[in-house]
């Protein structure tokens, strides 16, 4: 039997920037790790997943955090961590009652879309919320004024909305989502209903736009486009469609181990972008494997190329 020969040598990679953690995303993991450090008394609960990947959230496990889904696991006197997604003050106020300390880990972006929802229902706005139904931002969004909000996530649900009567309306965007997320939904509603306030630039966050846009080139140089990722992770998920409506194929690989699952032998240039909140260890694993496979000629999309797209 003849032994397997070995890869073939000047594969390419084209790695996508920015990639991988996001400002929001770094501000909330050094906040646990701080906390952690200092030991808080009754210990460090974290409501949810502090951000959508579990290397990050079993990091912080092993370090003593505690993940629970309800205040009530929870002991009085004790610490918790919201979560980068935000909470609706519903849940701030029970934490208080309870007797808890209360660590704030909100994305900026997440808590100036709390803000903007506050000031739109103080002015008797119906508002509606484009956004994945059952998502922790969503979520915490609804709760800033229940009854108030309705989340529309596809077309037919644009079309179908019906307004309460003598109410003016307000649309915004939850901040992970993709432009053809917003492109499905908003003119339906732009359509139907005159004088829609729509906060401009939309509610899309930065580093959201920033990572869409650089995987839209990076699809158009590469025509494979791997994300790294969760498969709970909002944006990862947007880069994946992003990639796949700017003509590439696309995958979303959950943890850098699957890249040894994902056939690569017939490839010889492929493009590397990772979801934001998906660490750097993730990022540099799998390029160590992907160079064992012959991609021995890893590039960087330069910030003032024209063709990264960032803005």
Partial sequence: MNPTPPPSRGKRIILARPRG?????????ALAERLLQNRPKAGLFILGEIVHNPEVVQ????????LVRSLEDIPPGATVLFSAHGVAPAVQRSAQARGLQ??????????RLHDLVRTYAEDKNHILLIGRHGHE?????????????????????????????NTRLAVVVQTTLSEEDIARVLPVLKKRFENLRFPSPSTVCQATRDRQNA????????????????????NSRRLVEVAKAAGARAALLASDAELHTFDLHNIT????TAGASTPDGAIERALRYLRSLGFDHIEEMAENDPTNGSS
């Fill in 59 to 66: 990091s912080l496990q092993h370090r003593g955090a505690r």
């Fill in 269 to 272: 240039l492929l493009g590397l």
């Fill in 21 to 29: 953690f996001c400002s929001g995303v770094r501000r909330a993991v």
């Fill in 215 to 234: 995987v839209k080139k990076l699809a158009q140089k590469t025509g494979l486009v791997l994300v790294l990722g969760a498969a709970n992770s909002s």
């Fill in 102 to 111: 209360i660590a704030d880990a909100t994305c900026p972006f997440v808590q």
């Fill in 137 to 165: 931002e969503v979520e915490g969004i609804v709760g800033e004024s229940p009854g108030q909000i309705t989340v529309l996530e596809t077309t037919e649900e644009a079309e179908s909305f019906s307004p309460p009567p």
